[in-house]
């Protein structure tokens, strides 16, 4: 905070949780150290297991469908989300990314086989979901009904948990780590200047009929500069976005322990500018964008008493993100509507340049004098557990007990104000210059505002069996879990239930387990609030045959196939958001408002009345029956590594809109209704080569999901052509006419129409699209709007490669979608936008391509003044292809050699550098695939340096 601004929000909550989070965590850790040094080095060789919900397995065991990823593998990547360094690393794990703005809102969303999954940490569902790549151990992700249901209908969508860190048993090992990155946006839009927007903007209006606004004396002023106030002609992103910025990270973490306990203590600290200028000689506080944060945590195991064990995490977070008064996505916004020649950024008296058009705007003005908003966030994760096993008579059972407590704070402090005053600048005849204000600055504001305090706890009580005879062993666990959201002044969302895991394998050769769990969740109707989910799955271990040859080259062999239900209440995005309203909250319920529309009296008056502004519905959660096969093998001494699914899943009662006309004769909106359904369908496979030569060793590794996502139904209204069901299609494929090219001349136009009426009443001219009379019933009308675009399942793949030698390494990771488009109806340039008056948005250079009878095979059709609705109507025209291949991550390392090291003390060093997104192979031209609207921030690439040591 900055010195001059002192008042109540000076002083943080977060800020004293912070600081005594770290005296609590190093007085902890510090004496689990102590009493681990006193006890012997244990150094134990555990088979590593897979994390699974209430529990883990080995590998050798599942026979759930899962895949997973060791925290080291996406290590030393320089970028804020921890999501974002996941790209392409787990087969049917995908993202769509939302914004490049630095902020701890998720600027992403994940999807898993075409679903929204619940993130767990630990276990837990979580919000804000942001952990700092060092403290991953490794982040598995379950899909099938096996691996689900035992959270019924929190987990429909499949889960993705994060592990964090534990210590190992030895002595003290402390790291450090530094990196920093340089930063670059991707994508910037290439705008006009001043002379060739003025030049289309006056081509434009001719094609629409209009006053041509620009003079030849106008254009010849922008071109050669010779009035620059009165012809302006700036480039605002010079003006507002620096081309270059960095990011520090720095982490310190200590593990260690003894046979009775361990720790592992990690600190983080991450910082990252964003690309907004700032002036230090007219503000004394920062007005750019950037974000800080801080984290820490601690995970401590330890042996009560021989049998007894107790888990402690604890995990902190506090951010710090700045922005302009301006608003960072509205100056990003106000990009795309602000051509170079709106007005000066300064006029001749140093004054803010506008004019009647822009009354209020000026983007100089919006970044520098519009004070600033600065937000804070604590994040506070405590998770305790105690585990009990038992002898004797009970030998094989245990019981344990778990809570755990997280908190979100966020205190929004907001010093905006308005710019300094506006003035238009224009010269009389004579050439004297005279200022027209247009408007005022105003105070700054001065307030705090908790806009988001959220409270998660959960509870859980389990009870488990383990036996094991011979070739037989069986496990047996039954849990009881109640997890309670609250997010501010809602009401809390509470899902609670009882759930079973019984496995049994003979031999490590043949498998079967059945899950099952009876959930609900409050905001259902009471009697219709819990639902029973159960499934089962069988495993056969081939390679463990006695026929299968000692000397074949298959190590190992295993089928698996599961089937059963899991439920899907719509949890899973709320828990990531942590805002809004869940989408049943209590919708079975009617409810009514404050309506000014009854009208009494001799001279009628409104009076207030209550009206009903929703139906009550009495909602249910989606079913979920997933179906999936897989195969499982290794071979060659375990040097190729593959598995290979497949998969359907049937949903059924999904929430949908009705599609009907009756929400204008009802008077209100109709309630969302269980009446949809869909079918997934889908491939993923998995293939890894690892070996090594001497001092050379190398790995390779690709991935690829395949999925189909088809809408069943929705409670769609008859429609007279199948071109027009939505049911039977793509789920959220899009509709819209078939164009057919150009119309390139008037004799073209009266042919068309004298066959085709356009019922909306346009009247084409050259340039136009021309549509497909799909039912050839002469008319181009609704019935003419068809699904459009790909119906090939989409692709998510990914491509990994390692090589080193004697120390030097060199690893990189490709990520790619395929069969994706996206519709680009608002790509056109002259948009109406109002602001005193009505204003036109920003031209790029990719308009210049547009069509002319000189350039009859144009990009874009002829230019219009405003929105053109019957060109930038939803066609074939407007949807392109978004696939793409992306260099994800590039690496090169060095391993300082030990010899080098042993006079330093030091344990390891590793020096490296890294690029980050650094090419990107699409058929989109200066575009990003991911971020297909010029209004929103940038994604970045970035090339970092860094070394880690090891004491």
């Known amino acids: 905070m900055q010195k001059h601004f002192k008042n109540r929000s000076e002083k943080h909550f977060g800020d004293d949780i912070f600081i005594f989070s770290i005296f609590f965590i190093f007085s902890l850790t510090w004496g689990s150290s102590v009493w681990a040094q006193q006890t012997d080095s244990v150094e134990e060789k555990v088979e590593k297991k897979v994390d699974i919900i209430y529990g883990s397995k080995t590998k050798q065991d599942m026979i759930e469908s899962y895949s997973t990823v060791e925290g080291k593998v996406i290590s030393d990547r320089p970028t804020y989300n921890m999501a974002t360094t996941l790209y392409g690393v787990l087969p049917g794990l995908g993202f769509t990314i939302n914004s490049g703005m630095l902020s701890e809102d998720p600027a992403y969303n994940f999807s898993l086989r075409g679903q929204t999954p619940l993130i767990l940490v630990d276990g837990i569902p979580r919000t804000r979901i942001n952990v700092p790549v060092e403290q991953i151990e490794s982040v598995t992700v379950l899909k099938d009904a096996l691996g689900l249901s035992m959270m019924g209908m929190t987990a429909g969508g499949g889960v993705v948990n994060i592990t964090t860190k534990k210590g190992d048993p030895g002595r003290l090992k402390v790291s450090f780590s530094a990196q920093l990155a340089g930063n670059e946006q991707l994508n910037r839009p290439d705008y006009l200047n001043a002379y060739n927007y003025a030049t289309l903007f006056n081509e434009a209006s001719g094609n629409d009929g209009l006053h041509i606004p620009y003079s030849s004396a106008d254009l010849g002023k922008y071109k050669d500069h010779s009035a620059i106030y009165t012809h302006p002609d700036v480039n605002w992103q010079d003006v507002l976005l620096k081309d270059k910025t960095q990011t520090q990270i720095y982490n310190l973490s200590f593990e260690g322990g003894g046979k009775n306990a361990k720790y592992f203590v990690h600190l983080g600290y991450y910082s990252q500018d964003g690309f907004l200028k700032e002036n230090k000689s007219i503000n004394t506080y920062k007005t750019s964008d950037f974000s800080k944060k801080y984290s820490l945590r601690t995970n401590l195991d330890m042996k009560l008493t021989p049998t007894t064990d107790f888990n402690l995490r604890m995990?902190?977070?506090?951010?710090?993100?700045?922005?302009?008064?301006?608003?960072?996505?509205?100056?990003?916004?106000?990009?795309?509507?602000?051509?170079?020649?709106?007005?000066?950024?300064?006029?001749?008296?140093?004054?803010?340049?506008?004019?009647?058009?822009?009354?209020?705007?000026?983007?100089?003005?919006?970044?520098?004098?519009?004070?600033?908003?600065?937000?804070?966030?604590?994040?506070?994760?405590?998770?305790?557990?105690v585990k009990q096993h038992f002898s004797g008579p009970l030998s094989g059972f245990f019981a344990k007990i778990a809570y755990s407590y997280n908190s979100m704070f966020r205190d929004a402090i907001n010093r905006s104000k308005s710019s300094r005053g506006i003035y238009m600048y224009t010269e009389d005849a004579d050439g004297k210059g005279q200022y027209t204000i247009l408007s005022s600055p105003s105070v700054q504001s001065s307030s705090s505002d908790y806009n988001r305090l959220n409270r998660m706890m959960q509870y859980g009580i389990e009870v488990g069996y383990d036996y094991q005879k011979g070739n037989h062993t069986f496990n047996g666990l039954v849990s009881y879990n109640n997890n309670n959201f609250l997010f501010r002044n809602t009401l809390p969302v509470v899902n609670s239930g009882i759930s079973g895991r019984f496995s049994y394998d003979y031999a490590k050769k043949y498998y079967a387990q059945l899950v099952t769990s009876y959930m609900g969740m409050n905001q259902f109707k009471k009697g219709s609030r819990f639902g029973f989910f159960p499934a089962v799955g069988l495993g056969w271990n081939i390679s463990k045959e006695e026929w299968m040859s000692e000397n074949s080259p298959i190590n190992n062999l295993k089928l698996?196939?599961?089937?059963?239900?899991?439920?899907?209440?719509?949890?899973?995005?709320?828990?990531?958001?942590?805002?809004?309203?869940?989408?049943?909250?209590?919708?079975?319920l009617r409810f009514y408002s404050e309506d000014n529309a009854a009208y009494f009296g001799n001279t009628p008056s409104a009076q207030t009345a209550l009206a009903m502004v929703s139906m009550g519905y009495k909602t249910t959660w989606e079913k979920n029956v997933r179906f999936n096969?897989?195969?499982?093998?290794?071979?060659?001494?375990?040097?190729?590594?593959?598995?290979?699914?497949?998969?359907?899943?049937?949903?059924?009662?999904?929430?949908?809109?009705?599609?009907?006309?009756n929400a204008g004769i009802l008077g209100i909106n109709l309630n969302q209704e269980n009446n949809g359904s869909a079918t997934i369908r889908g491939f993923e496979a998995k293939l890894g080569y690892s070996d090594s030569h001497g001092d050379f060793s190398w790995t390779f590794g690709a991935n690829v999901s395949l999925y189909k996502m088809t809408q069943d139904g929705y409670g769609e209204a008859h429609k007279e052509y199948e071109w027009m069901k939505r049911t039977g299609k793509n789920y959220g494929q899009y509709f819209g006419y078939h164009a057919d090219g150009f119309f390139q001349n008037q004799s073209e136009i009266d042919s068309y129409l004298a066959k085709t009426k356009i019922e909306s009443g346009y009247v084409p001219k050259p340039g136009d699209l021309r549509y497909k009379d799909l039912n050839n019933d002469g008319k181009i009308n609704y019935m003419d709007i068809g699904n459009i675009g790909n119906k090939n399942p989409k692709a998510l793949y990914g491509l990994y490669g390692q090589f080193s030698w004697k120390g030097l390494g060199f690893n990189m990771q490709w990520t790619g979608v395929a069969n994706t488009e996206a519709m680009f109806t608002d790509d056109m340039p002259f948009q109406e936008y109002t602001r005193s008056n009505t204003a036109y948005t920003q031209a790029t250079t990719n308009h210049l391509n547009r069509w002319t009878p000189e350039n009859p095979n144009a990009k874009y059709p002829r230019l219009s003044v405003g929105k053109n609705s019957y060109n930038q109507a939803n066609s074939t025209f407007w949807l392109r292809s978004t696939d793409y291949l992306r260099l994800k991550h590039v690496e090169i390392f060095y391993n300082l050699p030990k010899k080098w090291l042993a006079p330093l003390k030091l344990g390891g060093v590793k020096v490296f550098a890294t690029g980050y997104n650094l090419l990107t192979v699409t058929h989109l031209k200066g575009r990003n695939p991911e971020l297909t609207s010029y209004a929103s921030v940038p994604d970045i690439k970035s090339v970092s340096a860094g070394i880690n040591l090891h004491f």
């Open 315 to 385: 995990a902190g977070q506090m951010t710090k993100d700045n922005a302009p008064g301006g608003g960072i996505t509205n100056l990003y916004n106000e990009l795309t509507q602000t051509p170079n020649n709106a007005y000066p950024m300064l006029n001749p008296n140093g004054t803010l340049g506008g004019n009647l058009l822009y009354k209020t705007q000026n983007l100089y003005g919006q970044l520098l004098y519009a004070g600033y908003n600065n937000y804070n966030l604590a994040d506070i994760n405590i998770d305790m557990e």
């Open 629 to 661: 096969f897989g195969i499982d093998a290794t071979a060659f001494n375990d040097k190729i590594d593959f598995i290979a699914e497949i998969f359907n899943n049937k949903i059924n009662d999904m929430l949908v809109t009705r599609a009907s006309n």
């Open 560 to 588: 698996r196939t599961t089937f059963g239900m899991t439920g899907n209440n719509l949890t899973a995005p709320y828990f990531m958001m942590g805002a809004g309203n869940l989408s049943y909250y209590y919708d079975y």
